[in-house]
């Protein structure tokens, strides 16, 4: 049987977002969040260059999808000492996060 997964998308405008050296250090950040267990899957990107269309939204910088098998584990990656040490580290380089969770059907 297909896992059905709880999945979580983070989108991050950064302060400078001209600046690849924030971008890159943002990156690092999430690739730490790698170290749970509870995250059966995660995916970090930046803006991919397809065809600008109005309902495609472009504003953001990094984004990172993460695959939990559910609530209880969502909430240990949020709890957990990497993720708070991510957000303490590296919120400085951004002036909006939107998050995006889904339940697969």
Do not use: C
């Not at 999945?7 to 991050?12: D, G, I, P």
């Not at 890159?24 to 930046?46: R, W």
């Not at 990497?82 to 939107?98: A, E, M, T």
Request: net charge negative; hydrophobic share 40%.
């Amino acid at each position: 049987m297909e896992t059905k997964y709880l999945l979580h998308h983070v989108f991050f405008w950064l302060n400078n977002p001209e600046s690849t050296e924030d971008r890159n250090k943002l990156i690092e950040g999430l690739n730490t969040l790698k170290g749970i267990d509870a995250i059966q899957k995660i995916h970090i990107g930046v803006l991919a260059s397809t065809e600008k269309r109005d309902v495609v939204d472009t504003s953001w910088d990094v984004s990172e999808l993460m695959f939990f098998e559910n609530e209880k584990d969502q909430k240990i990656y949020q709890d957990h000492l990497i993720h708070q040490d991510f957000v303490k580290n590296y919120s400085h380089l951004w002036k909006k996060v939107v998050v995006f969770d889904a339940q697969d059907v």
